[in-house]
């Protein structure tokens, strides 16, 4: 499909898929579900439930709360993951694959982020199930940081590709590898040198905001995400890299909604709400930087060519205001409110539906 030329108003692209994202469970499952599928077509979905989601029982159980939330006449398919631990199943894991259950794995190193804390200690002791998910085909998805306390949280991504990352693809070199989430130009070069079996999702917010955001003239919770976001030059990289047309790169939003009352906290969590304005802040980040003709490729294209499914058939349209669009309002969900991502600068576009 060829894009609209940016001298128009309109936008339309197939269906878009987010390959990252979290929708929780219970409340916030119904809440933040219809968001996403009111505008895109599938989304990976994370398996980092309390308890996580580990095997292909509980992914089918997952899969079908999901289903629930999504709203009757919504096109949209979940596409689910297990979460890797030291005792997981190698069988029950490539048979909840081949049956076309699950899509992909997902490594959270222990401690790394949210629920992670049945993550991988050491990545020995899973080798025998990544060997098994490479001669099956099956992707692995890494939360890229590592979590010794000696590393710095900025260096974590650079430190991950060089211990943990890059010996694994050494090993176990027909295993295809998905860097979530990536935030660093050094995460970005690696996937850029490192063929067709490795790619990185790239979220919204990394794309908007760096570490002076969160830090600069009083603490904004709202922006803190993990992996944190870094210094400005490594912003550039991740724009760079979005709108280059590569196609390694792509969107995972890593949407991961927190009630505003545990971000608001003495200790407040990781991860920040983009479902609802992602493709609007994406279109103007895309038409900053010239590229709109490049937005179907990174939204449409390069993940569905990535995990070898057709690109979506529906379409959604984007519409240019002139009148910058207002930041969506807080949603009220059963428990508290839920705050959107706020991009901080005007966005101009919109979903149209
Ligand atoms: O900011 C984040 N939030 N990063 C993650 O890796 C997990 C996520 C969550 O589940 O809240
Ligand atoms: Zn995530």
Known sequence: MTPTPTSTKTLTLPRPDDWHLHLRDGDMLDVVTPETAAQFGRALIMPNLVPPVVSGAEAEAYRSRIMAAVPVGLDFTPMMTLYLTETTDADDLVAAAQSGLVTAVKLYPAGATTNSASGVRDIDKVMP???????????????????????????????????????????????????????????????????????ATITTHHLFINRNHILAGGIRPHYYCLPVAKRETHRIALVEAATSGLPGFFLGTDSAPHLDSAKLAECGCAGIYTAPNTLACLAQMFEQHDALAKLEGFVSGHGAAFYGVPVNAGTVMLERVDTPQPVPAPRSTPEGMLTVFDPGVPIHWRVRT
Do not use: K, N, W
């Open 129 to 199: 199930v990544l060997e098994a998910m490479a001669d099956a085909g099956v992707p692995l998805c890494v939360h890229g940081e590592v979590t010794d306390p000696q590393v710095d949280i900025f260096d974590r991504e650079a430190v991950f590709i060089e211990r943990v990352l890059d010996p694994v693809r050494r090993r176990i070199p027909r295993l295809r590898v998905v860097m979530e989430h990536v935030t660093t130009s050094d995460g970005i070069d690696y996937v850029r040198d490192g063929g067709p079996d490795i790619a």
